[in-house]
């Protein structure tokens, strides 16, 4: 009897949480931590493009050095970052040292303009090419990352969800500043056939 009143029990506190959003708020927030995962393997793979990019460029115009150096620099900012997306602090300081290595490549693109040989560098140009699929990639990436924390955040703001989350921990997340999404939005022009437009 015993058993099954404890069956019975655990049957109803499944229902309860079910019926208070409990598995919608997991279900979301698994979402939301595969999208910045997501975001993470993008921006993973345009500084892992760097070296490469900098050593082409290096080949060629060696001589612009401050601004290799400083695409060089960003990239190893970006990599001492531990970022916690959960962190709103943290979170900022990864949107910072984004915006900053996308302008250090803006910067590079625009010398890379002087160069003809450089620009019509079979390598150069495979570069090019990777790099703009990966600009675009993170486009894609970030802007399905700002979508489910939209998503969550209203769920567990609204009632009676919010209570589930209150109880469970699940509280809102912070989400890219506005300031930080536009300069982080604006990818370097990695298209040689016009000319390149220094960043403001």
Do not use: H
């Amino acid at each position: 009897m015993r058993r099954i009143i404890r069956i019975l029990g655990a049957l109803a506190v499944a229902v309860g949480l079910s019926g208070c959003g409990y598995n919608q708020i997991q279900s979301l927030d698994e979402a939301m931590k595969s999208s910045w995962s997501e975001v993470i393997n993008q921006y993973q793979r345009r500084a892992d493009l760097i070296p490469n990019l900098v050593n082409t460029v290096k080949g060629f115009a060696d001589q612009e050095r401050e601004v290799l150096i400083a695409v060089t620099e960003a990239r190893s900012r970006v990599g001492q970052i531990k970022v916690d997306p959960t962190n709103p602090e943290s979170l900022k300081q990864f949107e910072q040292a984004q915006a900053s290595m996308g302008s250090a490549l803006s910067r590079l693109l625009v010398v890379a303009e002087n160069y003809p040989q450089l620009k019509s560098d079979a390598n150069f140009r495979d570069l090019q090419a990777q790099l703009e699929g990966t600009e675009n990639r993170i486009a894609v990436a970030r802007k399905r990352y700002i979508e489910s924390v939209q998503q969550y955040n209203v769920l567990v703001r609204q009632f009676p969800v919010n209570l589930t989350a209150m109880v469970f921990g699940y509280a809102a997340k912070p989400q890219f500043t506005v300031e930080s999404e536009a300069a982080i939005a604006r990818p370097p022009s990695v298209d040689f056939g016009r000319p390149a437009t220094a960043p403001k």
